[in-house]
């Protein structure tokens, strides 16, 4: 009797967790954040079916509109996406709803629990509710005493609040902040979101290394050199100006996502795929993490500022001349640091974090260098064998490559570099699910695998706190350099490896 034979690969691609009966308010709902990644995110859940038909969103903001003029601003955002799916756009929209409502204002949240109740019996969400903080971060810790205040975290099992980045501005505040979203609900009732976490290829650093039985025993010190986790963006500071004044490379980028990366790359195999395990190893690991020199920090980390740049027929303004930039501004741009992990694994291994603005290609990958070979018996065709590498390709191209040296063509005992590919796209036939969308799916399943836990973010912020120290006590002695747009960051960055007799891959 003939089988039939079923890709496994789309048999799993859409097996997912079914969402509960869910409402989901959004606080800064007039912001960037909400038409640009939130709203579009859950529409994409609910063309892929995954939301329940018992399903409410409410915007929440101070401005004075109505669902209709709510439901038409996401529209207008979402024009081109909406284009190609008219029908199902309108069924959603149908679920949109608007309550005005201030976090430094009790009265409206007590309104708002009001207009959650009727929208409760409306759309049959049982009391299900997932609190959205896209709000400045001033707002995070009032925002958790207002919303308990008006006993919406008061059921542990039925709400939960998720906070944007940045947790803190450093370690201090980071962990009084902590100590009010406690006050307010319990640990997993907090959802400290990073979307980097949301992304298919950061989650597939886990399953490359702990599926695959030809990597773990290879991952560490004994075969890999060096680790260069790279974050680059070819975009300058835009219309964030007001933000990026007040918190720089180091605050935006490296605390959080580069952090992140570092993490999952490092860390320890859990006992087990559940949140807890996989969250206790990824503390464990920057608990681990040191900078390279603590005692003069500023020997293995340098800061740089884009100036202007291009061509004369489209010039690149710098930094300082961006709209709202202090015109003598010392914000950074630009970061690379030198980090060790203190552990039996690593230790001794450096890791090399860069991040940056207008720099030549937008490009977010973790590039593992293996030891050479003890022995060179073939010459190669470029004068020395390449290093193997493992390189995971985060964004955009999403997928991993593999370089090794084989046998060049000809008669002699020559060999040259070959890379070895895996891309998303190609081998799934579909692109990836934007990060936000994983995520938003994941907190209204109490999910908090892919967020990170109050201890993580406390030891992120202690690892740099050094760092933050002396930008905020003796900034001369780790000065912003300027570089040009469009160029890989300020020459000091390209000494820094140097000095280990490395180099920067150029993406």
């Given at each position: 009797?003939?089988s039939?034979?079923?890709?496994?690969?789309?048999?799993?691609?859409r097996?997912e967790?079914?969402?509960?009966p869910?409402?989901?308010?959004?606080?800064?709902?007039?912001?960037?954040?909400?038409?640009?990644?939130?709203?579009?995110?859950?529409f994409?859940?609910?063309?892929?079916?995954?939301?329940?038909s018992?399903?409410?969103v409410?915007?929440?903001?101070r401005?004075?509109?109505?669902d209709?003029?709510?439901?038409?601003?996401?529209?207008?955002?979402?024009?081109?996406?909406?284009?190609?799916?008219p029908?199902?756009?309108?069924?959603?929209?149908?679920?949109?709803?608007?309550?005005?409502?201030?976090?430094?204002?009790?009265a409206?949240i007590?309104?708002?629990?009001q207009?959650?109740?009727?929208?409760?019996?409306q759309?049959?969400?049982?009391?299900?509710?997932?609190?959205?903080?896209?709000?400045s971060?001033?707002f995070y810790?009032?925002?958790c005493?207002?919303?308990a205040?008006?006993?919406?975290?008061?059921?542990?099992d039925?709400?939960?609040?998720?906070?944007?980045?940045?947790f803190?501005r450093?370690?201090?505040?980071?962990?009084?902040?902590?100590?009010?979203?406690?006050?307010?609900?319990?640990?997993?009732?907090?959802?400290?979101?990073?979307?980097y976490?949301?992304?298919?290829?950061?989650?597939?650093i886990?399953?490359?290394r702990?599926?695959?039985?030809?990597?773990?025993?290879?991952?560490?010190r004994?075969?890999?050199?060096?680790?260069?986790?790279?974050a680059?963006?070819?975009v300058?500071v835009?219309?964030?100006?007001?933000?990026?004044?007040t918190?720089?490379?180091?605050r935006?980028m490296?605390?959080?996502?580069?952090?992140?990366?570092?993490?999952l790359?490092?860390?320890?195999a859990?006992?087990?795929?559940d949140p807890?395990?996989?969250r206790n190893e990824?503390?464990?690991?920057?608990?681990?993490?040191?900078?390279?020199?603590?005692?003069?920090?500023w020997?293995?980390?340098?800061?740089?500022?884009y100036s202007?740049?291009?061509?004369?027929?489209?010039p690149?303004?710098?930094?300082?001349?961006?709209?709202?930039v202090?015109?003598n501004?010392?914000?950074?741009?630009?970061?690379a640091?030198?980090?060790?992990?203190?552990?039996?694994?690593w230790?001794?291994?450096?890791?090399?974090?860069?991040t940056?603005?207008?720099?030549?290609?937008r490009?977010?990958?973790?590039?593992?260098?293996?030891?050479e070979?003890?022995?060179h018996l073939?010459?190669?065709a470029?004068?020395?064998?390449?290093?193997?590498?493992?390189?995971?390709r985060?964004?955009?191209?999403?997928?991993?490559?593999?370089?090794?040296?084989?046998?060049?063509?000809g008669?002699g005992?020559?060999?040259?570099?070959?890379?070895?590919?895996?891309?998303?796209?190609?081998?799934?036939?579909?692109?990836s699910?934007?990060g936000y969308v994983r995520?938003?799916?994941?907190?209204?399943?109490?999910d908090p695998?892919?967020y990170?836990?109050?201890?993580?973010?406390?030891?992120?912020?202690?690892?740099?706190?050094?760092?933050?120290?002396l930008?905020?006590?003796s900034?001369?002695?780790l000065?912003?350099?300027?570089?040009?747009?469009?160029?890989?960051?300020?020459?000091?960055?390209?000494?820094?490896?140097?000095?280990?007799?490395?180099?920067w891959?150029?993406?």
């Amino acid at each position: 009797m003939a089988s039939v034979l079923t890709n496994p690969l789309r048999v799993g691609l859409r097996q997912e967790r079914v969402i509960p009966p869910q409402c989901l308010v959004i606080f800064g709902a007039s912001g960037d954040l909400t038409h640009r990644k939130l709203v579009p995110a859950l529409f994409e859940l609910y063309r892929q079916r995954r939301l329940p038909s018992e399903f409410a969103v409410v915007g929440c903001a101070r401005r004075p509109w109505s669902d209709e003029e709510f439901r038409s601003r996401m529209a207008a955002a979402m024009a081109s996406v909406i284009s190609e799916h008219p029908t199902a756009w309108q069924r959603f929209a149908s679920s949109l709803f608007y309550e005005p409502a201030d976090l430094s204002d009790p009265a409206t949240i007590v309104q708002l629990g009001q207009r959650l109740e009727s929208i409760d019996r409306q759309c049959a969400t049982r009391g299900n509710r997932t609190f959205y903080l896209s709000v400045s971060p001033a707002f995070y810790g009032s925002g958790c005493r207002a919303l308990a205040a008006a006993g919406l975290l008061a059921d542990a099992d039925r709400s939960r609040v998720v906070i944007e980045k940045p947790f803190g501005r450093d370690y201090g505040s980071a962990q009084e902040l902590n100590r009010v979203v406690q006050t307010c609900a319990k640990e997993n009732q907090i959802f400290r979101i990073d979307h980097y976490l949301g992304k298919e290829t950061v989650q597939n650093i886990l399953v490359l290394r702990f599926a695959n039985t030809i990597f773990e025993p290879i991952w560490n010190r004994n075969y890999i050199s060096n680790v260069q986790i790279t974050a680059a963006e070819t975009v300058g500071v835009e219309e964030r100006a007001g933000y990026y004044e007040t918190s720089g490379a180091l605050r935006d980028m490296v605390q959080n996502h580069l952090t992140q990366l570092l993490a999952l790359t490092a860390m320890e195999a859990p006992g087990r795929f559940d949140p807890e395990s996989m969250r206790n190893e990824k503390a464990k690991l920057l608990q681990a993490a040191r900078l390279a020199n603590e005692e003069e920090p500023w020997k293995c980390c340098v800061r740089g500022q884009y100036s202007s740049g291009g061509s004369r027929i489209s010039p690149t303004a710098g930094y300082r001349q961006e709209p709202g930039v202090n015109p003598n501004s010392t914000t950074e741009t630009y970061v690379a640091m030198k980090l060790f992990i203190n552990n039996w694994r690593w230790q001794g291994v450096p890791f090399y974090l860069r991040t940056g603005k207008r720099l030549p290609k937008r490009v977010s990958e973790v590039v593992l260098t293996f030891r050479e070979a003890p022995v060179h018996l073939f010459d190669a065709a470029g004068g020395s064998p390449t290093v193997n590498q493992l390189i995971l390709r985060i964004q955009p191209d999403e997928g991993a490559e593999f370089r090794f040296e084989v046998k060049a063509p000809g008669s002699g005992m020559r060999s040259r570099p070959v890379d070895m590919a895996f891309s998303y796209d190609d081998s799934f036939g579909e692109p990836s699910d934007e990060g936000y969308v994983r995520l938003l799916a994941d907190a209204m399943l109490s999910d908090p695998t892919l967020y990170t836990r109050s201890d993580e973010v406390e030891a992120a912020w202690r690892l740099y706190t050094p760092l933050l120290e002396l930008i905020e006590d003796s900034p001369w002695q780790l000065p912003v350099q300027p570089y040009e747009t469009g160029t890989w960051g300020p020459a000091a960055a390209d000494s820094l490896l140097a000095d280990d007799g490395l180099v920067w891959r150029r993406p």
